[in-house]
């Protein structure tokens, strides 16, 4: 049982370039989130997903997009990459309340 | 505007001895809170949780304690063990949401 992966775990992106970060979960979930977080700070959430189809804005919602075509996959999208969206990016998945699983994490440096 | 502070960014704490994490809240509508632990390099894991209809809950070594009156949660780990050395994040969920809003974290040692 994986659990929920994320790949890559490590990218150093130009400014101005785009990429997408993958995240799937093989426990069929039905919720799925994208965190970011920035040092001695805590989690902010990104995007999230009630299930396949339906995602919504979290508190930092600006400069990414998601999707849900399955329930396993959640894959976060960055567009025109930018210093500020330097940090480490956490994909999470639950079928309960608030009891997430997380993945490892995405670190990522936009220089 | 942070609806979850723990304003403590570090914690020492001796072998055996209680750990006491702390943690406030500022959003009423709150009626779910956790615990997460993280260690370095993976992501953060599930610890404990209390729902606003109790005052405390256990599990094992871990107890959380909730004063709604005072929008204010504490985690309890006794005693302390060296594997305790985590961050520590406090969540906390509004009634009917499933989304989580964490607090900063609070970095625990501990001591041999």
């Known amino acids: 049982n994986a659990g929920v992966t994320q790949t890559p775990k490590f990218r150093i992106l130009k400014i101005g370039q785009s990429m997408t970060l993958q995240c799937t979960q093989d426990?069929?979930?039905?919720?799925m989130y994208w965190y970011r977080q920035d040092p001695g700070m805590g989690l902010k959430l990104i995007y999230y997903s009630v299930g396949a189809g339906i995602t919504d804005k979290g508190e930092v919602p600006n400069g990414y997009n998601v999707s849900r075509s399955t329930t396993e996959d959640f894959p976060l999208r960055l567009e025109l990459a930018a210093p500020s969206q330097t940090s480490v990016y956490f994909c999470?998945?639950?079928?309960?309340?608030?009891?997430?699983?997380f993945g490892q994490g995405t670190r990522l440096t936009v220089v | 505007d942070q609806q979850v502070k723990q304003n403590s960014p570090s914690l020492s704490v001796q072998e055996g001895r209680i750990s006491i994490l702390n943690c406030d809240y500022t959003n009423s509508m709150f009626d779910y809170f956790l615990w997460y632990k993280k260690y370095p390099a993976e992501g953060p894991t599930f610890l404990i949780s209390i729902s606003s209809i109790k005052d405390k809950n256990e599990d094992g070594r871990f107890t959380v304690f909730l004063n709604k009156s005072a929008k204010h949660l504490s985690l309890h780990i006794v005693p302390s063990q060296p594997g305790d050395s985590a961050v520590y994040f406090c969540?906390?969920?509004?009634?009917?949401?499933?989304?989580?809003?964490f607090g900063q974290g609070t970095r625990l040692t501990i001591n041999p």
């Open positions: 969540a906390a969920a509004i009634q009917g949401a499933q989304k989580l809003v």
């Open positions: 999470a998945s639950s079928d309960r309340r608030g009891e997430a699983f």
């Open positions: 426990m069929n979930h039905n919720y």
